[in-house]
Structure formats: C-alpha cells, structure tokens
C-alpha cells in the first residue's frame, strides 16, 4: 500500500523558514521522480519542485528560496523553504510516480498523492 506523509507545515512569519518532510512508503523510492505542490484557497493546484534521482526543478515562483532533497535511506524528501512570503500560504502536497520524461509541474503527471500540510505566512 502506497503512503506519502507530510508533515513540517505550520505558521511562520514572513522571511521565516519551514522544512517540510514526505515519508515514502509502499513503492520504489530510490530514483523515483517526486514534487511538491500547492493549493491556495480558489487558487488551483501548482507545481512548485520536483527531483528525479537527485536532480532538482524549481518554479520561478520560489526558485532561490526552496530547496529540494532527499534521502533514500530515510525513504524522505524535504522542501526546505526560506524567505517565505505570505503569497506561499498554501496547503502543499508531497507527489510521487512520475515518468522522468514527463513535465514536472502538472499534477496528472504524478501517480500518489500525500495528504498535504498547512503552510501559512504571515505578513
């Protein structure tokens, strides 16, 4: 059974930093390709990071800000965020299962979905 949890999420103030944690479980982690998105209220779902192996990508919108690990040992990924700003309030969601020559920010390109976690910015 395919699991992804997140945790990690919480409240900061702006310019303030969270780590977020996804615990892979159920299917190949090492090399798989995995993101992370958002969803804002009445906002869609985005893209924000995705790795394959250990080769990181980035939306503009928060490039030079998060970074994206992993450890296969730990079957986790984290998004390390920092300089946060309150436009990246959002749930955000661990995603697993792409296909590593499919575009890495649309959501039907992922097979497993997390739960999410709430991230929120203030000002």
């Known amino acids: 059974q395919v699991q992804l949890a997140e945790s990690g999420g919480g409240s900061v103030q702006a310019g303030g930093s969270l780590r977020l944690s996804c615990v892979a479980s159920?299917?190949?982690?090492?090399?798989?390709?995995m993101g992370w998105f958002r969803q804002a209220p009445g906002k869609e779902r985005e893209g924000v990071a995705s790795?394959?192996?250990?080769?990181?990508a980035y939306a503009d919108s928060v490039k030079g800000r998060f970074t994206f690990s992993r450890d296969n040992a730990k079957n986790t990924v984290y998004l390390q965020m920092n300089s946060l700003k309150p436009v990246d309030s959002a749930m955000y969601y661990c995603?697993?299962?792409?296909?590593?020559?499919?575009?890495?920010?649309?959501?039907?390109?992922?097979?497993?979905w997390g739960q999410g976690t709430q991230v929120t910015v203030s000002s």
């Open positions: 995603a697993a299962d792409r296909a590593y020559w499919l575009p890495p920010f649309v959501e039907e390109n992922y097979r497993y």
């Open positions: 159920g299917f190949t982690f090492r090399s798989n390709c």
């Open positions: 790795i394959c192996s250990d080769v990181p």
